[in-house]
């Protein structure tokens, strides 16, 4: 059985990759997934929300306006605002990013929600989450991993958030694993062995990436009832100071 996604506490977001463990090598791979689709984008504002998309480069980016959200003040953050709240309009935004974003939330429903509210029709969202099959969830089997990033955080499954996001009518273009390794960076050859058996089986890989563009349908009238309306007898009733005619002239 699921467990709710609603944490009773809340846990701190990491404030930067170099919090993460092999923190600089994923960024890269990250940053590496994220480009050719970033370089996809179009619109007038874009908006990174968290501290570690706050800290992504991307050098082809067709969006000029851009920005980035977090709940704590950061170097590369230019609002702050709690990621359950935001302070946009409804149809406000052209797309969104988010790295790790739901792991550490304590309601990440909402999150998904706020920003398919912020988001125009049509609008994307890009989304990297940490994988909980990934090879390195082997290293939380030391008590010393427990409270260390990113394995402090709560991960959910690609399933899990793909059915979050078809609930809010987001239709997905793009998913796949990537980043093979342990995330662990003072051994080489267990991160050689790793990325070799994830390149075989990517369901174990470190990390996840889903595009989804948000779908809105207009309600309008079918093509087929319109011609049942058309085809419909015409019925014609009798004026009622015709029918108060009739009756005096019987009399």
């Known amino acids: 059985m699921l467990k709710p996604a609603l944490r009773q506490k809340p846990v701190k977001p990491p404030q930067s990759w170099r919090d993460l463990a092999h923190g600089r090598w994923l ?47 950061h170097h590369a953050v230019q609002v702050c605002a709690l990621p359950t709240a ?82 809010l009518n987001f239709e997905v273009s793009v998913q796949h694993y990537f980043a093979p390794g342990l995330l662990q960076g003072r051994w080489n050859w267990p991160q050689r062995v ?14 996840y990436l889903l595009v989804a563009r948000k779908r809105e349908f207009p309600l309008t009238l079918l093509p087929e009832k319109n011609k049942h309306r058309k085809l419909a007898p015409k019925l014609q009733t009798v004026p009622l100071a015709n029918q108060t005619q009739s009756k005096e002239s019987s009399c």
């Open 194 to 207: 790793a990325a070799q058996l994830n390149r075989a089986l990517p369901q174990f890989n470190s990390c």
């Open 27 to 73: 960024q890269h791979q990250v940053e590496e997934a994220i480009a050719p689709h970033a370089e996809r984008l179009y619109g007038y504002h874009f908006a990174r929300l968290g501290a570690l998309s706050a800290e992504l480069t991307l050098p082809k980016f067709p969006i000029a306006h851009q920005f980035a959200v977090a709940e704590r003040p």
């Open 86 to 167: 935001w302070p946009f309009a409804e149809a406000s935004l052209d797309a969104v990013l988010m790295v790790g974003q739901l792991e550490f939330a304590q309601d990440p429903h909402q999150i998904l929600r706020e920003v398919s509210h912020s988001l125009i029709a049509e609008g994307k969202l890009i989304y990297v989450g940490f994988n909980p099959y990934a090879l390195n969830q082997l290293q939380m089997l030391w008590p010393g991993y427990l409270n260390q990033y990113p394995w402090c955080g709560r991960y959910f499954t690609k399933a899990r958030v793909l059915d979050w996001l078809a609930l």
